[in-house]
Nanobody, 120 residues
Framework: QVQLVESGGGLVQAGGSLRLSCVAS????????MGWFRQAPGKERELVAL???????TYRESVKGRFTISRDNAKNTLYLQMNSLKPEDTAVYYC??????????????WGQGTQVTVSS
């Protein structure tokens, strides 16, 4: 069993930056990929960014050029650097470690979530 603990969320003005961290209780190098999801009120959870074991990254279109996902296997930590934040980025952000090949399933390992609020 792996536990994921996120931190780094908060309230920031539009245009500001935040860095989210996700610390795993076990080795993250065991996972084929890890990702960040977010869920805004009244909306479905959506994939924000994904990083593979080999370091390849994928971003949803709306965050490309603003967000950067990275991982430090030695620290068992996943990061999400968020720059040029917009009010529409407001959501609870979740760290995800998939049990299988496809991320985002209910059966995956999930963190408890961290709130990001961007004011206009």
């Amino acid at each position: 069993q792996v536990q994921l603990v996120e931190s780094g969320g908060g309230l920031v003005q539009a245009g500001g930056s935040l860095r989210l961290s996700c610390v795993a209780s076990g080795s993250i190098s065991n996972f084929n990929s890890m990702g960040w999801f977010r869920q805004a009120p009244g909306k479905e959870r959506e994939l924000v960014a994904l990083i593979t074991r080999g370091g390849s990254t994928t971003y949803r279109e709306s965050v490309k050029g603003r967000f950067t996902i990275s991982r430090d296997n030695a620290k068992n930590t996943l990061y999400l650097q968020m720059n040029s934040l917009k009010p529409e980025d407001t959501a609870v952000y979740y760290c995800n470690a998939p049990r299988g090949l496809i991320p985002g399933r209910q059966s995956d390992y999930w963190g408890q979530g961290t709130q990001v609020t961007v004011s206009s």
